[in-house]
RNA sequence: GGGCCGUUAGCUCAGCUGGUAGAGCAGCAGACUCUUAAUCUGCGGGUCGGAGGUUCGAUCCCUCCACGGCUCACCA
């Protein structure tokens, strides 16, 4: 008989499983076995999914999979009665099922449950994948991460940690006075970051709408409010590319601190991801990729004229003009590189593209990059005589960005004429330059206290504190194509 | 968007220079009172991702399409 003809039978019969309502589930597998001396011969009542069916004839052992992990149950005749154990025997592999009976161990020392009761919760009418092989296509892993996280362990493991994460974030923040905060992710205007949008619509306000690419501005406007020390951890949408290291949509925490700046940053940020690797990992080191990461703070700090010189050989801190810069680029050859036709390319643009050509790549152990050209960093203060460069960092880890800071800029006046610049940006075919907001500048009139603020991509930490290859891989519901 | 690779039974995978498909597990029927990838006996299971083309004949060769993976580009 298959699936589809028992469920027939039973619901027939007036046995339908799926009018079960409730489960008395008083323990959990890792619970029995972690405690097993204390539980010996006591009675415990389990619930979970058939994960494997061993009949011998007069018994069976099933292996019960709950959200811990797996504890197997002994069942025969003698445990459950002539007609429950026949019952029992027509139940499959995927079913749901609640056990009741006592704990102890089988001949060969596994620590199981001895039924003297079961109930069938659930019936599975599909048959799970292959047991020993598990799953394996990534396509359905994604697709149907239900059937992922059924059959690979490691899966239930990481998404675990991510939640754990995320909480050691929170504490970590909240103990140290932050206000959490939830901004729109719908807006007219998408701004505070270089990317594109998605757009949607208001039915109600017949509107075009963004979803937001960053949490930025509003925040800063709880600065300004007066929250002095606030973030919002939640996603943001960015209508870009996907690979291993880019989902559409991910999970991001900025912050701001008022009265701070970048180096004040600095320090929260690798405190606070040192922090989390403790709780979650048990230490700073991790390896990821089979490369171990060490993020016991300080972590080095490296300016980034100094990381081009380092790495690429190129001395950019007597380039005086946009000039000299675009005939090192040509010289160089890392010409490429640049977003934009040389021509129009400042000397930030083109440190930049050395530092992105030559030095990125060759920063694995967590390592800030500190001091930005004005140029690509519209909403940052300028560094004390040097109006050229900006107090921003952004901390790289395993040559990926993991984080970006900075003094935050709050003189309304230079504001504006940022947003004027990423204008004319916009107009040179910068689809991803930022959107002024007007309010945002308004704001900054009311006043906003010199402010340090950092983003940081929440799944990338995760990638690294749980080894994962690519952010599909922390991602519960990663953003697929419909395949029909 | 470009390049490379993949798509065969529910799952994991074979399938040789072109001759209309196999294994293991899962499933079904049976045996077995300590198994744990249980074992043993028997049985069924496929529009070979889709559409065209070449050919006497296509899972196999060619073209296009779909979806996925990797990679490059793009990307705070």
Redesign the pocket.
């Known amino acids: 008989?298959?699936?589809r003809e028992?469920l027939a039978r039973l619901q027939a019969e007036g046995r339908d499983p799926f009018s079960r309502l409730t489960w008395n589930q008083t323990h959990h597998s890792a619970e029995i076995k972690r405690d097993f001396e204390a539980l010996e011969n006591k009675g415990v009542s389990i619930a979970g999914r058939v994960m494997?069916?061993?009949?011998?004839?007069?018994?069976a052992?099933i292996?019960l999979q709950d959200r811990d992990g797996r504890i197997?149950v002994?069942l025969?005749?003698?445990g459950l009665g002539e007609e429950a154990y026949a019952e029992v025997k027509t139940w499959?592999?995927g079913d749901i099922i609640g056990v009741e009976g006592y704990v102890?161990r089988?001949?060969?020392?596994?620590m199981?449950v001895?039924a003297k009761g079961m109930t069938l919760l659930a019936k599975a009418l599909?048959?799970?994948?292959?047991?020993?092989?598990?799953?394996?296509?990534?396509?359905?892993r994604?697709?149907r991460r239900y059937l992922d996280m059924v059959m690979n362990p490691q899966v239930m493991d990481t998404f675990k940690k991510r939640t754990r994460i995320i909480r050691a974030i929170r504490e970590y923040l909240d103990t140290r006075g932050y206000i959490e905060v939830e901004t729109p992710i719908l807006s007219t205007i998408a701004s505070g970051?270089?990317?594109r949008p998605f757009v949607t619509k208001s039915n109600a306000l017949n509107l075009q709408l963004y979803l937001r690419?960053?949490t930025e501005l509003y925040l800063k406007r709880c600065i300004v409010g007066g929250m002095e020390r606030v973030y919002d951890m939640g996603k943001?949408f960015?209508n870009?590319?996907?690979?291993?290291?880019?989902n559409p949509e991910?999970t991001?925490i900025e912050l701001y601190q008022a009265y701070a700046d970048y180096k004040d940053m600095m320090e929260l940020c690798e405190n606070m991801i040192a922090f989390a690797a403790e709780q979650v990992c048990g230490s700073a080191k991790v390896i990821y990729q089979g490369t171990e990461i060490d993020f016991t703070p300080p972590w080095r700090r490296l300016t980034m004229t100094d990381a081009v010189k380092q790495y690429g050989g190129i001395d950019f801190s007597g380039v005086k003009t946009d000039e000299e810069a675009r005939a090192i680029a040509k010289a160089k050859g890392f010409e490429h590189?640049l977003?934009k036709k040389l021509k129009d390319c400042t000397k930030g643009d083109i440190l930049n593209a050395a530092f992105e050509a030559f030095a990125e790549k060759e920063l694995i152990q967590p390592t800030f990059i500190m001091d930005y050209p004005t140029d690509?960093s519209p909403l940052t203060k300028q560094k004390p005589g040097d109006p050229t460069m900006t107090e921003r960092f952004?901390a790289f880890v395993y040559a990926r960005?993991?984080?970006?800071a900075y003094s935050e800029l709050n003189d309304p006046i230079v504001q504006l004429d940022r947003f004027t610049q990423q204008a004319k940006e916009r107009e040179l075919g910068d689809d991803?330059a930022y959107m002024l907001d007007e309010d945002f500048v308004s704001s900054l009139e009311v006043g906003m206290p010199p402010t340090g603020g950092m983003?940081?991509?929440v799944d990338?930490i995760i990638m690294f504190l749980t080894d994962a290859?690519?952010i599909?891989d922390v991602i519960l519901f990663?953003t697929?194509?419909?395949?029909n």
């Open positions: 008989m298959v699936r028992k494997s069916f061993r009949d011998i004839g007069k018994a052992f292996d197997q002994y025969n005749a003698e499959d592999v102890f089988t001949r060969r020392g596994e199981s001895h599909e048959p799970l994948p292959e047991k020993f092989h598990g799953l394996k296509d990534p396509e359905i994604y697709r970051a270089a990317a690419i960053a943001n960015r870009e590319g996907i690979d291993i290291r880019h991910f991001m590189e977003k690509i952004e960005e993991i984080s970006n991803e983003g940081i991509g990338r290859y690519s599909r990663p697929m194509k419909p395949n």
